[in-house]
């Protein structure tokens, strides 16, 4: 296959049968990850079968799960995070998602992000433009902080929660200060999805995994969203940081997490 849009049917086949898996099995049991962070039965089964199906269908390409790691080629992968918001799935919160994402090299070029429970699908390839339930979509066109909806990614757990939560604290204090209102879903492809249909201006995640963010920067970039790195460069597979933003509100979203990080580095 030479264009990249010619993978996304075996994508969405992929991703719904996740979701269906996802509407018609319990959770199943839970195993913690680490300090309040948990996995659950229906995550490894999920991973597998898709790596499985994938594997069968295009066997040139590798695999990167979020329960299980990679396996096969690294220069062009299949990257997937089989429940995004398993804490919000566990307890019955529609707020969850299927990611899979097509990277090559360091850089996303398909996604697929399949919202079980909101009957929502939104799929891109790179120079294809984004979609959700196949309708074409677009960022919003707001430009003003004060009008601004902007979601941020979780609050760190673990042994070092502290330390790494102190941007997150200043970062959501000096938006409180300038945005109209922000929002924690719990799910980073579901923020990005929202981003890039306009119902979110801002997506921001402080501490990232290719499975957590490639299919919804994808997704986000081809609705027309600009997607850097905390330092303000184009972001990639490798960043930590992500800030998907409506173009308009660029500027003022990465000066705003400047000033969270500069004020943290003075106090510390």
């Given at each position: 296959m030479?264009?990249y849009s010619?993978?996304l ?18 959770p ?34 590798g695999?990167?799960?979020e ?8 220069s062009?992968?299949?990257v ?27 850089e ?13 699908t ?14 074409p979509?677009?960022?919003s ?12 990614g ?13 941007l997150?604290l ?6 409180a200060?300038?945005v ?34 490639a299919?919804?920067?994808?997704i ?9 790195d905390?330092?303000?460069?184009r ?34």
């Open positions: 030479s264009d010619d993978y049917p075996l994508a969405v086949e992929a991703t719904r049968r996740a979701a269906n898996a996802m509407q018609r099995q319990a199943g049991a839970l195993a913690s990850k680490g300090d309040r962070d948990v996995v659950s039965e229906l995550d490894y089964a999920i991973e597998r079968n898709l790596r499985e199906f994938l594997k069968a269908e295009t066997p040139e390409i695999f990167l799960g329960e299980e790691g990679s396996s096969g080629s690294t062009k992968r299949w997937l995070d089989p429940i995004d918001g398993t804490s919000n799935f566990v307890r019955g919160l529609p707020l969850c998602a299927v990611s899979l994402a097509l990277v090559h090299g360091d996303a070029v398909l996604g697929v992000i399949e919202l079980p429970f909101l009957s929502a939104y799929t891109a390839a790179k120079g294809a433009g984004a979609h959700a339930n196949g309708q979509i677009t960022v066109s707001t430009t003003r902080m004060s009008q601004a909806l902007v979601a941020i979780d609050y760190a757990v673990g042994l070092d929660a502290e330390a790494r939560n102190r997150r200043a970062l959501t204090g000096q938006l200060a300038e109209q209102r922000i929002r924690m879903t719990g799910s980073a492809a579901l923020d990005l999805a929202w981003l890039a249909e306009g119902r979110l201006d801002a997506a921001l995640t402080l501490s990232n995994h290719p499975w957590d963010m299919a919804g920067v994808i986000a970039r081809e609705a027309g969203a600009t997607v850097i905390g330092n303000g460069a972001h990639d597979i490798a960043s930590t940081t992500t800030l998907a933003v409506t173009p308009g509100l660029a500027g003022s979203i990465l000066a705003a997490y400047r000033k969270a990080v500069a004020r943290e580095t003075e106090k510390h």
